[in-house]
């Protein structure tokens, strides 16, 4: 039982560049979370899949689409990167406990932009 | 826009003492509250959970939860260096499980 898992670990891309950041989870999750961390703050969910087939936007959705492939995978996609999409991304997913969730997380991708 | 805000830090507390981490949020909806703990080029790892007004213990952790005045806390007794490390204040409403964040405050523990 892996958790969660993020590919790559490291990637640095030029500005315009495209790349897919995949996630998966072995845990049988219905939802699955994609954030940013920037330095000195807190996360910010860009966009979220509650289902199998369903997605949308977080609070930070500009200059990203998503695919949920499946149950397991959750991925992000960066179309034309910019240096302000410079930042560690992290997948997570939800287990409910009762009638409430808990979220965790993957190990992150650390992303530059130049 | 709904907030959670967290005094950034750094708190530094000796080693032994009691470290008290506070919280508070923006939006009356929210039902459930996660303290996570972050050391530097890490994931965040989930600690603490609280649902309802009242203290909860796990270990030498306590949560605690006052709904009337939008505000979490966390309490680390017997402080260790190794609890050195980032918390994050995490408030969810509704049936989504979407998260929001506090901007974390860090805790430094000095032998």
């Known amino acids: 039982n892996a958790g969660v898992t993020q590919t790559p670990k490291f990637q640095v891309l030029k500005t315009g560049q495209s790349m897919t950041l995949q996630c998966a989870q072995d845990m049988n999750h219905n939802s699955m979370y994609w954030y940013r961390q920037d330095p000195g703050m807190g996360l910010r969910l860009i966009y979220y899949s509650a289902s199998e087939g369903t997605t949308d936007k977080g609070e930070v959705p500009n200059g990203y689409n998503v695919s949920r492939l499946n149950k397991r995978e959750f991925s992000l996609r960066l179309e034309s990167a910019a240096p302000s999409q410079t930042s560690v991304y992290f997948c997570?997913?939800?287990?409910?406990?009762?009638?409430?969730?808990?979220?965790?997380f993957g190990p992150g991708t650390r992303l530059t932009v130049t | 826009q709904k907030e959670v805000e967290q005094n950034s830090g750094p708190l530094s507390v000796p080693e032994g003492a009691i470290a008290s981490l506070n919280c508070t949020y923006s939006d009356r909806g929210s039902q459930s509250f996660f303290w996570y703990r972050q050391y530097s080029g890490k994931s965040p790892e989930l600690i603490m959970s609280i649902y309802s007004n009242g203290d909860k213990e796990d270990g030498r952790f306590t949560a605690q939860l006052n709904k009337a005045s939008q505000y979490v806390s966390l309490l680390i007794r017997d402080s260790q260096p190794s609890d050195s490390a980032t918390y994050l204040c995490?408030?969810?409403?509704?049936?989504?499980?979407?998260?929001?964040f506090g901007q974390g405050t860090t805790l430094q523990v000095k032998p």
């Open positions: 995490a408030v969810s409403s509704g049936n989504t499980g979407k998260l929001i």
């Open positions: 997570a997913s939800n287990v409910a406990t009762g009638d409430f969730y808990e979220q965790y």
